[in-house]
């Protein structure tokens, strides 16, 4: 039962913050106030929108999964092949993506709900394995190791049409990352995203008081694998490639970290991490090109020696 | 087909003496170590300059090996793992990733991101046939000394753990730390060495698998997942188990390349995913814990 106190708390959560709107806008000004750095962003929002859906099963669910490229991959397999082969249009396309990504994600979901960490550690991780493997052998259809090529999209609506400078790519891929925002945020301060804190703090419990943890946990691993899906569409639509790198092991450890870097459990954590994670890795490697694997290996070390609540704290007087 | 089956057999032994350590630190200690592979490639690298750079006799260089990755693993327990014990699995999992992506940059800046080759001494090499035809068996000498060594080692990991007065301390330690230690088992030092074994068998498992498996840069993270396989279907709570599933994978993933080499690994991940669905805590675990 909630007492009145919760319920005041509760409303107060949920009331936007200025911050927020401020956030909000400069993420949907970015691509007109950084013009010329469009590839940059556009880059940033499709890791951002990817890390926000990571965070929907780890931060609030408390699902280690090591193997979310697999939606990822999914969807930028997905997307190419659909624009390629029945329909150039990008929404349709992204709303496919999203259906598919869905059930695909609510049929790998049966496998997480059983097990301990190591267990759901090992599953996603061979989930995406056998993503990688299935895209490096279907050779028609994906273009095995040679990626797949040549996916010319329309343009949005029929009239932006994707240019080289990737201004309308940015535009597009922070606008539906801003909407993702919204969504997501709506939804971890509903009844549901709190049952999921509760069984992500203490499964148990949250069971005795009636929570269909199954359930629940199913539907946001769900949404959580259309969101990915969603970001890997949204990278072939707008760069017209798809390589077998999405499915690796590298990219799932990638957005962890970048989750990790933003902070779990904090609905703009995963928008901040991406774009120091990649601000930082573009500078790193134009430096150091090929050791930039020893600096992200270092930094992740360090930050869980230090203890990573750190970088949340710090933000923390801001969240409140 | 009799010498695919011993070729995965052998490959599986090696597996077996590869994963082994993670299996003890990730079963008893609850510790997920994914660098668990990094020690194992720093073996495969101490083997390769030992053996062909200082051309320290092959039966020699493995007990040197062992030593050097124990000692190694002791001084990263001493320094590094022993804070991580009490973390959160998440904070486990960064923590032994970032371990081996450092691996993994180091060994590429100092000995480059070729491939190392080992040529084996004149005795381990060639190989003996016996049998007509569609049961052939043919039987590199290499693989023979491989599985006859790692029997050797399982018998005595076996009896060292259910036998000794070391191995029911370490085993109390595990079930509970704090009682242990106030019946005075100096539970720090149990873990220290039992990590340091458990690194050591990593780093002789890489140098028996010089030949085998191929030594490069990245290792740690090619083959993390045959470890991690191995655990979790072996299940953690003895040394039988991932033994077995040791074999297993290793007669599956030779099969599964020899027959059908399109989709080997795929087998091998859909056999894992199956396997762990049917029986979460592992194949070869007696009754269901937790």
């Known amino acids: 039962m909630m007492g009145p106190n919760n319920m005041l708390e509760i409303k107060r959560l949920n009331r936007t913050k200025i911050w927020e709107w401020v956030v909000l806008s400069l993420m949907l000004a970015s691509p007109f106030l950084f013009a010329e750095r469009a590839m940059m962003i556009n880059e940033i929002a499709i890791t951002a929108l990817f890390a926000i859906s990571l965070d929907l099963i780890l931060g609030y669910s408390g699902i280690v999964s090591l193997g979310h490229a697999a939606f990822f991959g999914w969807g930028v397999y997905a997307a190419g092949i659909f624009s390629k082969l029945v329909n150039p249009d990008p929404i349709v396309g992204l709303i496919v993506v999203m259906g598919s990504s869905l059930v695909l994600g609510l049929i790998c979901s049966l496998t997480i709900l059983r097990g301990s960490d190591l267990t759901r550690l090992m599953v996603t991780l061979g989930v995406s394995l056998i993503g990688l493997e299935l895209a490096n052998q279907l050779r028609d259809l994906t273009g095995g190791a040679d990626g797949l090529q040549g996916v010319v999209m329309a343009p949005i609506f029929g009239v932006f049409e994707f240019d080289l400078s990737a201004k309308v790519a940015s535009i597009y891929s922070v606008l539906i990352c801003v909407l993702v925002l919204v969504f997501v945020r709506r939804l971890v301060r509903s009844p549901f995203g709190f049952g999921l804190v509760a069984i992500r703090d203490n499964s148990l419990r949250a069971r005795a008081v009636g929570l269909n943890v199954s359930h629940r946990l199913m539907v946001i691993y769900a949404i959580s694998a259309s969101l990915a899906g969603l970001s890997g569409a949204l990278l072939a639509q707008t760069t017209g490639f798809a390589s077998l790198d999405v499915f690796s092991f590298d990219r799932s450890a990638d957005v962890m970290l970048m989750l990790v870097i933003g902070g779990v459990g904090w609905l703009y954590g995963g928008v901040l991490g991406a774009a120091v994670f990649k601000l930082i890795q573009s500078q790193l490697s134009s430096i150091t090109p090929q050791y930039w694997m020893f600096w992200i290996g270092l930094f992740l070390v360090i930050l869980v020696l230090t203890g990573r609540d750190r970088i949340k704290e710090w933000f923390a007087g801001v969240s409140a | ?290």
């Not at chain 2, 609850?30 to 660098?35: G, K």
């Not at chain 2, 970032?98 to 000995?111: H, N, Q, R």
């Not at chain 2, 990590?195 to 030949?211: I, R």
Request: charged share 10%.
């Open chain 2, 1 to 290: 087909m009799l010498t695919l089956l011993f070729d995965g057999v052998a490959y599986g032994m090696l597996l077996f003496v590869l994963s082994v350590g993670l299996s003890v630190t990730l079963g008893l200690m609850n510790f997920i170590n994914l660098a668990h592979g990094a020690f194992a490639m720093m073996g495969g690298y101490c083997m390769v300059y030992l053996f062909s750079h200082l051309q320290v006799p092959f039966l020699i260089c493995l007990p040197v090996v062992f030593v050097l990755i124990a000692l190694l693993g002791a001084f990263m327990e001493r320094v590094l793992y022993r804070r991580m014990y009490n973390k959160s699995h998440l904070d486990q999992v960064l923590f032994s990733i970032g371990l081996s992506f450092m691996s993994v940059a180091t060994m590429d800046y100092f000995v480059g991101s070729s491939q190392q080759t080992l040529v084996l001494p004149e005795w381990l090499q060639g190989r003996h046939e016996w049998g007509q035809d569609p049961w052939t068996l043919g039987v590199g000498n290499y693989r023979l000394f491989i599985v006859l060594l790692c029997a050797v080692l399982t018998m005595i990991l076996q009896t060292g753990l259910s036998k000794t007065r070391f191995g029911s301390q370490l085993r109390a330690s595990v079930d509970d730390p704090t009682v242990a230690s106030g019946l005075g088992i100096p539970v720090n030092k149990i873990f220290l060495l039992t990590f340091a074994v458990g690194s050591g068998l990593a780093g002789l498992g890489g140098a028996l698998g010089a030949e085998i498996l191929s030594i490069e840069p990245m290792f740690p993270l090619k083959y993390m997942i045959y470890f991690l396989i191995v655990v979790a279907v072996g299940g953690t709570s003895s040394i039988t188990g991932p033994l077995y599933a040791s074999m297993l994978l290793g007669v599956a993933d030779v099969f599964g390349k020899y027959y059908i080499p399109q989709f080997g690994g795929f087998i091998v991940y859909v056999l894992m995913i199956v396997i762990l669905l049917w029986r979460p805590q592992g194949l070869f675990t007696k009754g269901v814990k937790r």
